[in-house]
């Protein structure tokens, strides 16, 4: 008979609040443990989270086995995702499934690791006969010294296989190429550097610097000491795109056996072999996107999140977290210095510098000599423009490319054209399954929703009164690249956005030919607009800077505002000046006349001043209850009905999602609001439960975005 105690609870992972209750022979495995167990009609894989008497009165089963002798991650990460659970309102078990690689929630063993350097055993000695000379020559190299398993190829691979299965080889101490250090630096910089080695145990930095000032080298030299002192560095950046530029940096200088990168576009065998390397301590720095924040490591000394400001560090499906965020808890429980670095850091960031959670570094001039490059506004009023483009910024770009330069054209819109137009009725085309025009894509003679992936062909006649005038309105990166084409038919023209880069691969041939090609054309959207460097664009062009002026998403002048300064920051690299020119029909907003001083701590000032007056984040602690469902009067009725749990709290709507329909569903939202960060959560925590036990809660999808960066 099993004792009282000889029970566990488990979470399984999947999207259920509930903790389940096991049965298990002592000695019971620790939490963080796997186990199997019968779930349903089947078997489910389990996460141990305690143990805990059996309850009375219910038949509980057995667990099936235990897949683990001990647990998957250290105590601190353990904690990490209980708190990234109770803060986000989410499942545990759901959150197991979003930190771990694919193979472990399915149940695959943590794989041995194959030692990464060999050598030939000294008690053996080198045979005389039966090698082959391929065979011989690898024995020598052996017997000479050490071998790392990554430099041999596959045949050599193969022969060493045979000389382990033979007892002539053993594993050996890994060979690790020495640091090559950094240049000497000056000024805030060295000081910048200075800071961050001397920090012991947690601190936050905000690295605060303009475009091309040498944050990377500021990364760089706080990792050397980490590294040189067997300690492990976590990088963070926010997209794939940034991922092979910035390993190309850390193998440079720390050696490319120390470096591994891990995010979504590896294989589920690539990520699990990349995750048990960083868990056993075989590399240094782990390089990735938001997933590798929940990577263990075996001896963690620094934690680096570049670029923090980009909302693409918040997940905005499933499990909706800030990895940024949780990189701060992370740091804390592991004890170790992070340091978040920006040229346009976010308000949320600032107000922290300024009340002193994170210790201010700056870096307020480039690393080079070169000047920042000069921002200018081309007002588009009464002007007659060329497919979108002023007639002045072709002549700009006209004058640069004939001095052998490079131009950037910067359009934050795909397609050929955003919408057709019927020009007898004013029919616009719209997705059947979103509240959304189709965008045209001429080259593919389709017009397609950017929202859902729904297509249709584009039709010769209106489908609305019969008419044949059916026209494109306004520009995407496609219809411009055909006038730049048209109008410099003999200068190279690279384009980069998702339409033309369907990989990491793709993208990185791409940015190749940035560097190999002079004069050229430039033109793509947010994939170019930070952390690249282009040391011969000497002119950006931003075609359409009006559209975040004025949206109904309050953080949307904050993005211009990133936006504007990131991609100026393109311009002026290389020996050249830089020049940017920003069309608009709103020149004289006063943020753009702010943004035209190229000081973008300027103008956050002013909008922090407005968020405190609009009593909005970070000001404000925020949260939206969001639902969906095929019928709006569903998704009206719930959230009429789960307002009556949520009365500690400034709740105001139902309101419509900025995209009202998506995908065939209806969406709207709950705005919930409280003075206090540790209210908002204590009411949202007391409501959960009672808001899933509504009848109308099995009628939508819902779920709670703490700390919301899409509406």
Known sequence: MASEESCLEVVVFTPLPQRFSYRCA?????????????????????????????????????VTAILDSAPLLPASLIQLLQFGSDYYHYPLGAVWAAALPTRLCQGHPVPLLEPQAWRWRADVALPTQGLGPRQRALAQRLCAGVIESSSLDSADRQRLRQFQA?????????????????????????????????????????????????????????????????RQVLFLVPEIGLVEQTRRRCAARFGAQRVAIYHSGQGDGERLRVWTQAREGEISILLGTRSALFVPLASPGL??????????????????YSARDLALRRAQLERVPIVLGSATPALESLHNRATGRFTDLRLRQRATAHTPPRIEILPLRRKRLLTGLDPDLLQAAATQLAAG?????????????????????????????????????????????HHCGWESNVPEHCRQCGATEIHGI?????????????????????RVDRDEVHSSRQLAERLRAIQNTRPAILLGTQMLSKGHHFPDVTLVGIVDVDQGLYSADFRASERLAQTVIQVAGRAGRGDAPGRVLLQSYLPEHPLLQELQSGDYGKAAERLLQERQAAGLPPFKAIALLQAEAQQMERVQAFLQAARQHLRDLTCTGPLPALLERRAGFYRAYLWLESDSRV?????????????????????????????????
């Open 26 to 62: 002592l000695p019971l495995p620790l939490p963080g443990c796997r186990v199997r167990v019968p779930f349903g009609r089947g078997e489910r894989v389990a996460i141990v989270v305690a143990a805990a008497p059996c309850p009375q009165d219910v038949a509980v089963k057995n």
């Open 303 to 320: 934690l680096v999140i570049d670029e923090e400001h980009d909302p693409s560090y918040k997940q905005q499906s499933g499990w909706l």
């Open 166 to 230: 033979a007892g002539w080889v053993e594993p050996a101490t890994k060979v690790t190429s020495l640091l090559h250090p950094g240049p000497q630096l000056e000024g805030e910089q060295a000081a910048a550097v200075a800071a961050l080695r001397q920090a012991r145990g947690f601190q936050a930095f905000l690295l605060d610097g303009v475009t091309g000032s040498g944050k990377t080298e500021v990364y760089l030299q706080a990792m050397e000491e980490h590294i040189a002192n067997g």
């Open 405 to 449: 330069q490079q131009v950037l054209f910067f359009l934050n819109r795909r397609g050929y054209a955003p919408a057709l137009l019927c020009r007898e009725c004013g029919h616009i085309p719209h997705c059947r399954r979103c509240s959304a025009a189709l965008t045209w894509h001429r080259r593919l003679g389709r017009l397609r929703c």
């Open 474 to 494: 306004g520009v995407g990166t496609e219809g411009l690249e055909q006038l730049l084409r048209e109008r410099f038919p003999d200068i190279p023209l690279l």
């Open 679 to 711: 209210q908002l959560h204590r009411a949202l925590a007391s409501a959960r439960e009672q808001i899933a036990s509504l009848p109308a809660a099995r009628r939508v999808r819902w779920g709670i975005d703490v700390d919301p960066q899409n509406f």
